[in-house]
DNA sequence: CATTTATCCTGTAAGC
DNA sequence: TGCTTACAGGATAAAT
């Protein structure tokens, strides 16, 4: 579960626990994670031993690390989770996990840094120039807590767009960060219908939106983002190992059937962009503008 | 051009 | 008990 919360929770904990360290060994288990690295999982551990690891920065969910090193060098380890991938921090002496694709030791024989995926759509490569913006996220928009970030431009760009909103909000190229989770909470607290085309939103629409996604990701990353389910493989944990508690305030997500917390009508479920997708009829009704108060 | 779908993987849970 | 099918946090190339 992998979105914006999450991430930001993960870029914390690494700020935390392996900025200022050097690496001393990368151990890549396999291939397929650095598939974006594209001189080849050797390079890739060339290319970081003796390294070391500067500012954790976000972008989205995208992450990555500056790597401090030679003069002049400017490159970054560039993280994506994917669906399933685990950052975990871990003794040197903790048993291997399921689904361990790659492992950093640092000089300082301290613990390791662990790449976990169960479905391996999540990746690693180091960023040649990438310290301040990676040029591999060109394509990817700002997020909402980025100051960059142009809000007339944003509301421009959705009101642009025919497709239903949740759609639009999940397109990392408008906004990023936002994912299948969020977007429902975020759409259910601003009262909008998912499948609201983007162009049928009015200026109050957008503002009850921004304001919507900015509380319901704030409150996320406060509450250690959402862990589901009960397997433990492929759920989302902090690099210490501690699980998130957001799941507790969701308000549509997952409660397909139960009734809303608001009007105690039953949740629907429906598919967009081939997501579930979770929302309240009465709450967020499909055609009729809202007031904005 | 914008928009939608099919696909990459492994694992779990539900249905028969 | 076993087998089959649906579904799961994302991103993107390919198709429409």
């Known amino acids: 579960m992998p979105e914006l919360p999450e991430v930001e929770v993960v870029r914390a904990g690494l700020a935390s ?3 200022g360290r050097t690496i001393g060994a990368v151990h890549v288990l396999h291939p397929r994670p650095v598939r974006y690295h594209l001189s080849g999982p050797d390079a890739f551990a060339s290319d970081l031993v003796g390294r070391r690891v500067g500012v954790a920065r976000r972008r989205g969910k995208y ?4 790597l401090a090193g030679p003069a002049g060098d400017r490159s970054a380890l560039l993280l994506h989770l994917g669906m399933s991938g685990q950052l975990l921090v871990q003794p040197a002496d903790a048993p291997d996990e399921r689904h361990l694709h790659a492992r950093f030791d640092f000089a300082d024989d301290g613990p390791q840094l662990r790449f976990v995926d169960q479905r391996i759509f999540g990746g690693l490569w180091v960023s040649p120039q990438g310290a301040e913006t990676p040029a591999e996220l060109a394509h990817i928009a700002p997020d909402l ?10 509301v421009a760009r959705i009101r642009a767009r025919h497709s ?3 759609r639009v909000l999940l397109d990392q190229g408008i906004v990023s960060g936002i994912g299948n989770i969020y977007a429902d909470e975020a759409l259910f607290q601003a009262g909008i219908h998912p499948q609201r085309p983007g162009d049928a939103l009015t200026l109050a629409d957008c503002s009850r939106l921004h304001s919507a996604i900015r509380q319901t990701l704030a409150t996320a990353i406060r509450e250690g983002g959402s ?29 397909t059937g139960k ?3 608001v009007c105690g009508g039953p949740i629907h479920r429906v598919q967009v962009a081939q997501r579930s997708t979770h929302f309240c009829p009465h709450c967020q009704p499909d055609s009729r503008v809202i007031p904005s108060d």
């Open 17 to 19: 626990s392996v900025a």
């Open 63 to 66: 992450l990555w690390l500056v």
């Open 145 to 154: 807590f980025d100051p960059t970030l142009d809000n007339d431009q944003l």
């Open 164 to 166: 239903g909103i949740k």
């Open 227 to 255: 862990t589901l389910g009960r397997s433990g493989i492929a759920n989302y944990r902090r690099p210490n190992g501690v699980t998130g508690h957001y799941q507790q305030r969701h308000q549509v997500y997952g409660r």
């Open 259 to 261: 009734p809303c917390l």
